[in-house]
């Protein structure tokens, strides 16, 4: 077992979170971990099934089909919307989004064990997980789960993370969700440190970074929530020493040299430059959402089965039927939002000023409070843009999708598994150093220090852009 010798009090978080990334082994070896994962695999479970939208228990239509509501008025509603964005131009359409306006709590509990940080990860199985069982943050709940609207158990370790007894915040920042998909939705991604005494329950399990790194080399293995949470760590804007087996190569030496650079004279712009022109992009663009009933959304069409798109683009709303012997409450029914494809996340990279920097992208989506966030270059899903024209595609879709020798990373990852039905996207990281790369008025170079940055302030960066940062632990 790989152990790092006990910090100096003065040693700040930052560098505490790079010794964690450096273990690769904790108080639980790696093959006591991949045992411990099995295991959980073979006796947690979830049977999944789909059901009319009429039936579901718990669920109404409103008069006139306008929304679809659960009885308590609780958890989250699909509500129907007009959008209207103006920023030069006018483009307008309808569709369903899911409104969840409660602020819910995505933590994790961390601990030192020998000197060393580790985090307490949940075994966790959703029932719109194509692989059920994943890695997921301590805690992960709403605000109508955690206090128990649904009648069930509490939620487990959920007292560190509220006020009064409460351990040492080292990350608090409200984050959003997918914009295109909820409305106005935000968590509270939460890192706490304890030092009090904390067993483990059997689906729990303390690990170190740098297990948690491994893992976010296998496909659909750490779940959504934990990849926002985990990119909002924050990384020391220093070097740190070398270590066996950390730099696989010049690419992976260029990602950790990228990490630390912020506002240096290597950047491809200020900080504040990135700020100024999200700023521009905030106070030139107008997002109009008008709701609108459900039954009367234009190119959507309401069947027992579904909410759907006509021509069966984008996503369609379905319901289920959920049996558990794992969670708060048995069984329960819901709508659930199940995308038409997998969607591709991608970040193009090259170097500037001898630096590694990102391509991200002024991305307006309807349900973001702020209008605009960062995003990665490319956030799509191809399959509605087929028999589309080439100009009227994503920019650098194309590009992405045709990459062979130059894809650094391309890891297949679920989207969050509690309101989205076998959402999946590929996440992947494309080198451009080769390539010529138009200048566009939406998108700006970044070192990913800079956007690390941004992470610790809340509507900055996306969902996609912090899950795909966090998959780039993978590669230090």
């Keep these: 077992m790989t152990i790092i010798a006990g910090r100096p009090e003065r040693l700040p978080d930052s560098a505490r979170i790079v ?94 064990f020998h000197g060393v940080l580790h985090f307490l990860v949940q075994a966790k199985v959703e029932p719109g997980n194509r692989e059920q069982l994943q890695l997921a943050p301590t805690v992960q709940a709403t605000r109508s789960n955690y206090t128990k609207v649904h009648g069930g158990a509490a939620t487990p370790y959920l007292e560190h993370f509220l006020p009064g007894s409460r351990g040492r915040v080292i990350v608090d920042v409200l984050q959003s969700e997918q914009g295109s998909w909820f409305l106005r939705k935000r968590n509270r991604n939460m890192v706490v440190e304890t030092t009090d005494e904390v067993e483990p329950r059997e689906n729990f399990c303390w690990v170190t970074l740098g297990q948690l790194r491994a893992a976010l080399a296998t496909p659909h293995m750490v779940n959504m929530d934990a990849r926002s949470v985990l990119a909002c760590l924050p990384l020391p804007t220093v070097e740190w020493p070398d270590h066996d087996g950390l730099t696989r ?78 969670r708060e409450v048995p069984s329960w029914h819901q709508p659930i939002l199940a995308p038409s494809g997998v969607g591709v996340v991608a970040f193009l990279t090259r170097r500037v000023n001898g630096v590694l920097h990102v391509l991200v992208r002024a991305a307006v989506e309807p349900g973001f409070h702020d209008v605009v966030e960062l995003g990665p270059t490319v956030q799509c899903d191809p399959t509605s843009y087929v028999g589309v024209r080439a100009e009227e595609r994503p920019p650098f879709l194309d590009y992405v999708l045709s990459a062979t020798d130059n894809v650094r990373y391309d890891v297949p990852q679920s989207e969050e598994g509690g309101r989205f039905y076998h959402a999946e996207c590929r996440y992947l990281l494309v080198d451009g150093d080769q390539a010529s790369l138009p200048e566009h008025p939406d998108f700006r170079w970044m070192t990913i220090g800079q956007v690390l940055a941004l992470q610790q302030h809340r509507n900055h960066v996306n969902v996609q852009a912090r899950s795909l940062i966090a998959c780039l632990h993978s590669l230090w």
């Design 249 to 326: 190569g010049r690419y992976a030496a260029d990602l950790r040299r990228s990490m630390w650079t912020t506002d240096t004279g290597c950047c491809r712009h200020t900080g504040s430059e990135i700020v100024s022109w999200l700023n521009d992009v905030r106070t030139g663009t107008t997002v109009g959402i008008e709701p609108v009933p459900l039954a009367r959304l234009a190119d959507w069409e309401i069947s027992t089965t579904d909410i759907a798109h006509r021509e069966g683009r984008y996503f369609r709303i379905v319901g289920i039927s959920v049996k558990s012997a794992q």
């Design 19 to 112: 010794a964690s990334a450096l273990a690769v082994e904790g108080v639980v070896n790696a093959e006591g971990f991949h045992s411990w994962f099995a295991r959980r695999n073979e006796q947690d479970s979830m049977y999944v099934e789909q059901v009319p939208l009429d039936s579901m228990t718990g669920w109404h239509f409103t008069p006139d089909r306008a929304s679809l509501a659960h009885d308590s008025g609780r958890f989250f509603s699909v509500e129907g919307v007009h959008v209207t964005r103006h920023d030069g131009g006018t483009v307008e359409w309808s569709q369903p989004i899911i409104s969840q306006p409660e602020v819910g709590i995505l933590g994790y509990l961390v601990k030192e």
